[in-house]
């Protein structure tokens, strides 16, 4: 514990990673962009949404909001932020999400705000989900090391319980991209969800199409074939290149594993899912799965042959 205090009280380490951009906590660039007369009012809607749902799933704190740091005003030329930004997201060791402001960020304020807020929620809702997973640590040569992350886990000699997934699969057998695509669905229902409540519609340009339909969980297969007609290059290009390939690992796999597992019940699968991710137990979940597909479902499932064999490290 004292080795995660004090990483949590520096995170220039991450930062630093984007040292054109500037970041500022959550709450502050709120209050930023409401000063200049932009509506946040979607955005409080959807977290107060996305509180009273992770409630249900055993989630007593959301991600307070001074630990969400969120650039803008970059000083790189043609920089273009949001979600699939390169070197975000939530960190738990310094358990702090960075995050960028969607669309051009050479700007103090979104050039789209409607859209800026609902990917803002997007991500935020997200990284409360990873926020709150169980997670377990021990100590090893004075570091901390994450054993237990929601329904995952490696041993403290470096053994993962579950392989990675085969390049180009559409099925996953892998518990960080299962687990990775239950947070993403639920924080895209919430954004789809929001952008109905406040009747906030697609936006006209292509890469805005497209964006809208990513944070809403709406993409469609021929959405990912139009990918490469995104005029735009440099970091643009980059984004929609990232925003497909992450539709594609991650969302796409995760929608097939659930109606492979869960046909008919997919949704009660996925509330499930969420349940045993933030309380770290799988044992609903695995009788559920037991009762549907026989003893053992979730370890044949997941677990590899060399999960318990001798690490290479003591």
């Not at 991500?123 to 929601?150: F, K």
């Not at 980059?238 to 929608?255: F, H, K, P, W």
Request: proline share 5%; with cysteine.
């Amino acid at each position: 514990m004292v080795g995660l205090v004090a990483m949590r009280a520096d995170v220039s380490s991450l930062t630093g990673k984007h040292p054109a951009h500037v970041f500022r906590p959550l709450s502050e660039t709120l209050d930023r962009w409401a000063a200049d007369g932009i509506d946040t009012a979607p955005f409080h809607a959807g977290v107060d949404d996305a509180e009273r749902r992770y409630a249900g799933y055993g989630l007593a704190k959301m991600l307070p909001l001074d630990r969400v740091l969120v650039g803008c005003e970059s000083s790189r030329a043609g920089a273009f932020g949001g979600f699939h930004h390169p070197d975000q997201g939530y960190r738990h060791l310094q358990m702090v999400a960075v995050i960028t402001m969607h669309g051009p960020m050479e700007r103090r304020t979104p050039e789209c705000p409607a859209l800026a807020l609902l990917d803002l929620l997007r991500a935020y809702a997200h990284d409360c989900l990873h926020y709150g997973s169980r997670r377990r640590y021990v100590e090893v040569g004075g570091m901390p090391v994450r054993t237990q992350y929601g329904i995952n886990y490696r041993r403290a000699t470096g053994q993962s319980y579950s392989a990675a997934d085969q390049c180009g699969s559409r099925h996953t057998r892998n518990l960080g991209v299962v687990m990775e695509g239950a947070c993403d669905k639920e924080a895209r229902s919430i954004t789809r969800q929001t952008a109905e409540q406040f009747g906030v519609t697609e936006p006209s340009d292509s890469l805005g199409v497209l964006a809208f339909r990513d944070v809403t969980g709406t993409l469609t297969d021929e959405d990912a074939r139009r990918v490469a007609d995104i005029p735009e290059g440099g970091e643009r290009a980059r984004y929609t290149a990232a925003l497909s390939g992450y539709e594609r690992d991650v969302n796409r796999r995760y929608a097939y594993f659930l109606t492979e597992f869960a046909p008919g019940e997919e949704h009660e699968c996925h509330m499930r899912l969420l349940a045993a991710i933030i309380t770290g137990d799988v044992n609903d979940l695995g009788t559920w799965l037991d009762e549907r597909h026989g003893p053992g479902t979730f370890t044949g499932l997941f677990r590899t042959p060399g999960y318990f064999e001798p690490g290479l490290t003591a």
